[in-house]
């Protein structure tokens, strides 16, 4: 099961993006002197796809390199197999559910007690599903069909820097909730932090996977993204906890994100892998994407120039015919001195800077860090409103479905799956299962809609636990996946807290020094004028 979600994997073939450039430079030059009479007009050139043709569904070869962890394998032999310490996993951890539904009459009737409840009961299990030496929160963990026992539990004791950086807000966030005391909330965060220490990494960044009972690297891989998503959490708890301040800023100190910028490209790298000492094949080139968050943070610690934030698409030209949309006016425009290609996508009545796969989680799960819609008023702000109104349409609408809420989520056939709102992406994921977590995402965008669609969900299906939501529903099977992922449920828990404590987590991230240097950006853009 994969710990964070990622954009799609895929091979892009096609022309150097500075050709490119130099194409629309001469074509916009060719027009200007035709019209001064000074050359002959000519046919309109068509701006070449930068991309090239779209090969989807190949996974980079070293993505598929195995790291062996050593000493867990030892620990397995030792006690009978992977199998046979599943007790003594569950038994590390700070607790495990006790009934595996909620009777939906019980969940309290008015909108903010509902909320209380989603945030008290998936805290409770973020919070359990933690190992109790070392503070790391493990990946997740999926139920039979029948049983909670921890022996017919596949139980994911390993986790992703991306659990850890959300992990470390939901406890900010917690403490604001007064579900932990501050001295709670400040040992949690030590034991985290002692943990970190002791974690092997390379130039400063942490590797993506390691195992939660010995500590081993179980990746090769240096993710830009998901180490984003770590220094996000360390800035929430330099801000809330002064205490920890010093240690949490040594952490983002010394994650120098140059490391991954290209500039040739003046795009970020998706990662690193230190087997064999070079770069993903691919960059983060769609801005409005879950990356977004890291090139703010990038930006904002002064690592990489603030023309890298222009040289991510808004739109792709209407030459890359694999695309799930049309562009409209995509031309040219200057923002802070710096050119950009504009325009929108369009469905139905509604316009749009697209994703790359139509999730809501690419659309709206920095939103649970940064407060687009005050800092950003005239791009991400009013664009992850939009996104979320096509999301709940497009459902309803289109798929026929009661409730709304496409994302990558766990599968109830077992594994994990890409979902989305085809027409919001460039590319594009295909509809499926509904996941809550993308449901709770939405209160930080449409927290009416959001509520009504939670509800339904809620009291409709039979996907609440004991630890809130589970983690996705099949509307055309009704079948569920009974597991608790530390990713969705920590992006559920933050977009419940953002509701009840009137966006107090956004506010403290906002008023540290990284981000005040990127506020002049993000109010500068206009995606629509």
């Known amino acids: 099961m994969k710990a964070a979600h990622a954009s799609p994997v895929v091979v892009l073939v096609g022309l150097d993006v500075r050709l490119v450039l130099g194409l629309v430079v001469g074509l916009v030059l060719g027009i200007v002197l035709a019209a001064c009479g000074r050359v002959a007009p000519q046919a309109p050139l068509v701006e070449p796809c930068a991309l090239g043709s779209l090969v989807p569904g190949v996974v980079e070869p070293d993505a598929k390199v195995v790291v062996v962890p050593v000493k867990k394998r030892a620990f397995e032999a030792a006690h009978g197999g992977p199998e046979a310490i599943r ?38 299990g973020l919070d359990a599903l933690v190992d109790r030496e070392h503070g790391l929160p493990i ?22 820097v991306t659990n850890v950086g959300l992990y470390l807000a939901a ?12 001295a709670q909330a400040i040992d949690r965060i030590t034991r985290i932090l002692d943990t970190l220490d002791r974690l092997e990494r390379h130039a400063g960044f942490f590797f993506n996977y390691y195992d939660t009972t010995t500590l081993e690297r179980t990746s090769n891989l240096l993710s830009f993204v998901d180490s984003a998503w770590l220094t996000a959490g360390l800035v929430v708890a330099r801000g809330a906890f002064p205490e920890l301040h010093a240690r949490a800023s040594r952490l983002i100190d010394e994650q120098d994100y140059a490391f991954f910028y290209d500039p040739s490209l003046g795009q970020m790298w998706h990662g690193y892998y230190v087997h064999r000492a070079a770069y993903s094949r691919y960059h983060y080139g769609i801005l409005y994407a879950e990356s977004r968050l890291g090139s703010l943070l990038a930006i904002g610690k002064d690592d990489v120039p603030e023309a890298h934030w222009f040289r991510m698409a808004r739109t792709l030209p209407a030459s890359c015919d694999w695309q799930a949309g049309t562009p409209h006016e995509r031309r040219p425009k200057t923002v802070l001195g710096y050119r950009v290609m504009g325009g929108w996508y369009e469905w139905e009545d509604r316009r749009f800077v697209p994703s790359w796969g139509g999730s809501m989680f690419e659309a709206l799960m ?11 008023p005239g791009s991400l702000g009013p664009n992850g409103v939009i996104h979320t109104e096509v999301q709940r349409r497009f459902a309803r609408e289109r798929l026929g479905y009661p409730v709304w809420g496409l994302s ?41 809609a959001a509520l009504e669609n939670l509800r339904a969900l809620a009291t409709r299906h039979r996907v609440y636990g004991d ?14 996946a009974y597991a608790y992922l530390a990713l969705d449920q920590g992006m559920t828990f933050l977009a419940a807290a953002d509701y009840l404590t009137d966006g107090a987590l956004r506010a403290r991230f906002a008023a540290d020094p990284i981000m005040e240097r990127v506020r002049p950006l993000l109010a500068a853009e206009q995606f629509f004028g």
Do not use: C, K, M
């Open 87 to 124: 007790p003594l996993i569950a038994a590390r951890l700070r607790g495990w559910p006790r009934r595996r539904l909620v009777d939906a009459a019980h969940l309290p009737s008015t909108d903010r007690a509902f909320v209380e409840r989603l945030a008290r009961d998936t805290w409770r």
């Open 171 to 182: 406890v900010a966030a917690a403490h604001d909730l007064g579900l932990v005391t501050r």
């Open 366 to 376: 920095p939103r649970l860090f940064v407060d687009e819609a005050r800092l950003a």
């Open 139 to 160: 990946d997740h963990v999926r139920f039979g069909d029948a049983s909670l026992a921890p022996t017919d539990a596949e139980i994911g004791d390993y986790t992703n």
């Open 408 to 448: 990558p989520a766990a599968t109830p056939a077992g594994g994990y799956q890409e979902y989305g709102a085809r027409p919001l992406g460039v590319a594009g994921y295909g509809a499926g299962a509904i996941a809550p977590y993308a449901a709770a995402l939405a209160l930080v965008a449409t927290p009416d």
């Open 467 to 480: 630890y809130g939501f589970y983690d996705a529903f099949e509307p055309a099977s009704g079948r569920v």
